[in-house]
């Protein structure tokens, strides 16, 4: 199995993403780490914790906090109504006993990556704050992953935050620029997929009616596409984190094409934008994006995989 390290600020997608995760054979996930994003990081944190003891991780699995804010701007955190109270579109989970690591998520990170080196993929699901911090501060780490898959960005399509900018870029847009232009591995799983491959209220539906976490995580997922449903009309939602994971377990979901990409730090009204060059790919320092995905393909797996949790407990 592919061992992964996630790092996420749930956030009701990344809980999704989380369960799915844990759920997914073909993954070995070796810890997960928080950054401020949806929530502040003490909330996430708390949420991130009480989503593993929902999936029924084991109490040993290291859950370690990390950046509080952006790398280079003053926190802010957004009035989001997609994720609802708390971040968990108001789900109420029982409090956990998890403590999160002593560690710092970025320290902590680059110690795993270089304990197994070319080993390691590193799934980001937030603001890109922490996984900048880490190439930044301990740059033997970042060459030693087998590659990043992050959520975040529109190359083709508008953003979500602004016209121009997805939101996990436009909440710290030093750190994607950071990221993207690092030259390491990286796999863009943005908005031109994510829009692509909205998951239908009616297995959602189906989803919550099942005991245990799977009814849990249908409520979730009902919620979620209920609150996309009030704002655009469609009852149907992108449940952008978990296929980010997705494109681990299952690369043949998505297609993409490769050139160099950066991220607007300056514009006056294009903050956060993701500006990818795909017209000549071929160089070395190349990304990834994303560009066509299997929707019905991804919408199959997780409910597959969310619906086994009806099993487990
Ligand atoms: C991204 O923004 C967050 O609100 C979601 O969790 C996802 O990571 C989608 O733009
Ligand atoms: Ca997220």
């Known amino acids: 199995s592919i061992p992964v390290v996630i790092d996420c600020d749930p956030g009701v997608d990344d809980a999704l993403a989380l369960l799915y995760a844990l759920a997914s054979p073909e993954l070995d996930v070796r810890g997960v780490t928080t950054v401020a994003g949806n929530a502040g990081l003490d909330q996430v944190t708390r949420n ?29 955190i957004p009035d989001e109504p997609m994720h609802g109270a708390g971040g968990l579109g108001g789900l109420d989970l029982p409090g956990s006993l998890r ?52 959520m975040g960005g529109a190359a083709r399509c508008q953003g979500n935050v602004t016209p121009a ?27 031109d997929v994510t829009r692509a491959a909205l998951f239908p209220l009616e297995p959602a539906e189906r989803l919550a009616a099942l005991p245990g976490a799977a009814g849990a995580a249908g409520t979730l997922l009902r919620g979620f596409v209920q609150r996309y449903q009030d704002r655009f009309g469609v009852a149907a939602v992108p449940v952008h984190d978990a296929l980010a994971v997705a494109a681990v377990t299952h690369p043949g979901l998505l297609g993409y094409d490769s050139g160099t990409a950066t991220v607007e730090c300056a514009g006056e009204v294009t903050r956060g934008a993701l500006v990818a060059d795909l017209r000549t790919p071929g160089r070395a320092r190349d990304v990834r994006v994303a560009r066509t995905v299997d929707a019905d393909g ?16």
């Open 48 to 76: 991130a914790a009480q989503v593993l003891d929902l999936a029924g991780a084991p109490a040993d699995l290291p859950l370690v906090a990390g950046l509080a804010g952006p790398i280079a701007r003053t926190a802010r």
């Open 99 to 150: 403590a999160p690591g002593r560690e710092h998520a970025v320290d902590w990170l680059a110690e795993q990556i270089l304990a197994a080196p070319g080993e390691l993929t590193l799934v980001a699901l937030g603001p890109l704050s922490n996984v900048a911090a880490m190439v930044a501060r301990h740059p033997e780490a970042g060459p030693a992953l087998r590659g990043i898959v992050v």
């Open 298 to 313: 991804f919408t199959r797996l997780l409910t597959e995989r969310l619906a086994a949790y009806a099993r487990t407990r």
């Open 165 to 191: 900018a997805e939101f996990n870029f436009f909440a710290d847009p030093e750190a994607a620029r950071r990221v993207l232009e690092s030259g390491l591995a990286v796999r863009v799983v943005g908005l």
